[in-house]
Nanobody
């Protein structure tokens, strides 16, 4: 049974940092891609970043590039999202998702339909 479990969310002040974790079981990271998404109340789920399993290529959407960094620890089968310079508009429920056998493609890595397995999400609130 494939499972993704997010953690690391919380309340942080504007300008602060958080590191989210996505612990994966039942699937080896090198065999697919992991995407990060978020969903704010009343808004659609939007893609943030992706990391490919085969070569570790990373992609970001424009509104987080330069502030967020995705990485992975193959030994722990865990993917991380380091979020710096957080803004109130970053407040959302953050999800990781797995695309079995997939890679990250520019222009499509942020499509929810490309991912087959999802975690339950971790809440990030940026507020003073």
């Amino acid at each position: 049974q494939l499972q993704l479990v997010e953690s690391g969310g919380g309340l942080v002040q504007p300008g602060g940092s958080l590191r989210l974790s996505c612990a994966v079981s039942g699937f080896t990271l090198v065999n697919g891609a992991i995407g990060w998404f978020r969903q704010a109340p009343g808004k659609e789920r939007e893609g943030i970043s992706c990391i490919s399993g085969n070569d570790g290529e990373t992609l970001y959407t424009h509104f987080v590039e330069g502030r967020f960094t995705v990485s992975r620890d193959n030994a722990k089968n865990t993917v991380y999202l380091q979020m710096n310079s957080l803004k109130p508009e970053d407040t959302a429920l953050y999800y990781c998702a797995a695309d079995i056998g997939g890679v990250c493609y520019t222009g499509s890595f942020d499509y929810t339909i490309n991912y087959q397995w999802w975690g339950q999400g971790t809440q990030v609130t940026v507020s003073s």
